[in-house]
């Protein structure tokens, strides 16, 4: 119960802050209050709703990375190594021998998988907002979008580092 609460109070906050934001942003180039009470409604309720999915999001990828490690150069083919080749094949089994051969060849230059976390969940809001944007055609799209981008990474790193610590202060 307590964690649906402190998610809703979380999708309220990014409600008002963002539809104040996107009602400022859109007046610097519209004075018709139906442009900018339409434009702030959209950015109030979909920032208010993507929060608690981006939640879930970074909750999901986190018990998902956690414990591992992605060579630098190879994160994208590591992480869908297994959606990629569900077949135990030649080139499966290829595939897989240069994955580990670069990793071992990449010792000391991976990422924790912790760092990976909230990168999925930004690509989606970020999709998502841009998208909403432009089928609203809310007239400054970039000034409207980008705090929602930049802080929903910022808030994305800071969780997931969190839920790191919790899992440590747990373990020890």
Not at 115 to 133: E, R, Y
Not at 136 to 144: A, I, K, R
Request: aromatic share 16%.
């Amino acid at each position: 119960m307590f964690a649906f609460i402190r998610l809703t109070i979380s999708g309220v906050i990014a409600f008002v802050f963002y539809a104040t934001w996107a009602y400022f942003a859109n007046s610097l180039v519209s004075d018709d209050p139906d442009v900018l009470l339409k434009a702030a409604l959209v950015q109030g309720v979909y920032s208010g709703a993507i929060t608690l999915v981006f939640t879930f999001f970074l909750e999901y990828f986190y018990h998902h990375f956690k414990d591992k490690k992605y060579c630098l150069p190879f994160v994208v083919p590591t992480i869908f190594k297994p959606s990629i080749f569900s077949n135990d094949c030649a080139t499966s089994k290829t595939f897989e021998a240069s994955l580990k051969e670069v990793e071992r060849a990449c010792k000391g230059m991976c990422l924790p998988g912790t760092l990976l976390t909230p990168l999925p969940a930004i690509v989606v809001q970020a999709s998502f907002v841009i998208s909403i944007n432009i089928m609203f055609e809310t007239p400054n799209l970039w000034l409207t979008v980008a705090p929602s981008i930049f802080f929903s990474a910022v808030y994305g790193f800071v969780y997931s580092v969190s839920l790191n610590r919790k899992l440590r202060r747990v373990q020890a």
